[in-house]
């Protein structure tokens, strides 16, 4: 399905793992950054005459990173963020914006770093450098349909007229201009909104990450969601870092490498995917009732879904 690193040495003692499990709630957005900021000052210089290491976000990716009710930012990367500001001796401050633009500001200096579920893929380390992955995952459909969720490869949603969403600038998109040319393809600005395509019967099918589906059925109750029940393709997810600046990426790839070990990404993988808990602090879209047949007929649409999956 996922899996997170895998932890190898001896595991971090046990208050200061509740320390920083606790630190996966993370703060609310900052003012805007200034736009004063040099992006060739090295990384490290900038993070400590400021005290502030900058984290981009998008804030819509549970459980990766999603805002409360309240406004704070919280998941598994605002924990990890937090984690790297305290071994840094500064601290992280998330700044929240649509996954688009996540590389744009890392390559401005607007942020230091981008934490939020970005694949590491050839064409953005063209732009960017990465760490090695702290968590992998693949490709899935969320939908209301049962015979697309049987779909095992990507031969089998190829099909013509099938309507799909997906998040704008993510892999996702990326995956199904190339893999499912005869799809109809709708982006958006976050995920939320491709959900909410698929919840008002304007999309088929939302193609993403395999954790976000999952967490879209559990936020969703009774809206006769389901997903996949295993990835299509193979992605791992890293931590993205400026170009032309070693020691930095010196810095964070040895504290992903010491993360291995200390047990705290299976810590954060059972506190986010087992306990459903936190699922109650954040909103989601509401979910639509499925369309009566009169609806469904009006459309071109039956109950009985027009997909066809070979077996």
Not at 13 to 22: E, G, Q
Not at 158 to 186: H, K, M, N
Not at 226 to 241: C, E, K, R, Y
Request: aromatic share 6%; with cysteine.
């Amino acid at each position: 399905m996922f899996r997170s690193r895998v932890s190898r040495l001896a595991p971090l003692a046990p208050l200061a793992l509740i320390a920083l499990l606790v630190s996966s709630f993370g703060c609310s957005t900052p003012p805007p950054v200034s736009n004063n900021i040099n992006p060739a000052t090295p990384v490290l210089n900038r993070i400590h005459q400021s005290g502030i290491l900058r984290v981009g976000m998008s804030g819509d990716q549970p459980p990766f990173n999603a805002k409360t009710r309240s406004g704070v930012i919280v998941g598994i990367e605002p924990a990890l963020a937090n984690a790297l500001a305290e071994g840094l001796g500064v601290r992280a401050e998330f700044v929240q914006m649509p996954f688009g633009e996540l590389l744009g500001a890392l390559e401005t200096g607007r942020v230091d770093i981008v934490l939020s579920q970005m694949t590491i893929t050839t064409e953005r380390n063209r732009r960017v450098a990465f760490t090695s992955p702290y968590f992998v995952t693949g490709k899935a459909i969320l939908t209301r349909s049962e015979v697309l969720a049987r779909a095992q490869t990507s031969e089998d949603l190829d099909i013509t007229g099938l309507r799909l969403s997906a998040l704008a600038g993510s892999t996702s998109e990326d995956f199904v201009r190339t893999q499912l040319p005869s799809a109809r393809l709708s982006t958006t600005l976050d995920s939320e909104q491709a959900v909410r395509l698929v919840l008002n019967g304007k999309a088929d099918a939302m193609v993403a990450d395999l954790p976000i589906c999952i967490i879209s059925v559990l936020r969703n109750p009774g809206a006769g969601l389901v997903a996949v029940s295993s990835p299509l393709t193979f992605d791992p997810i890293g931590a993205a870092l400026p170009a032309h600046d070693p020691l930095f990426l010196n810095v964070v790839e040895n504290f992903m490498l010491r993360l291995e070990g200390s047990g705290l990404m299976a810590a954060l993988t059972q506190r986010w995917f087992n306990d459903p808990g936190w699922l109650d602090e954040i909103p989601g879209p509401a979910p639509t009732p499925a369309p009566t047949p009169a609806e469904e007929a009006a459309s071109g649409r039956s109950s009985d879904s027009p997909w066809r999956i070979t077996e």
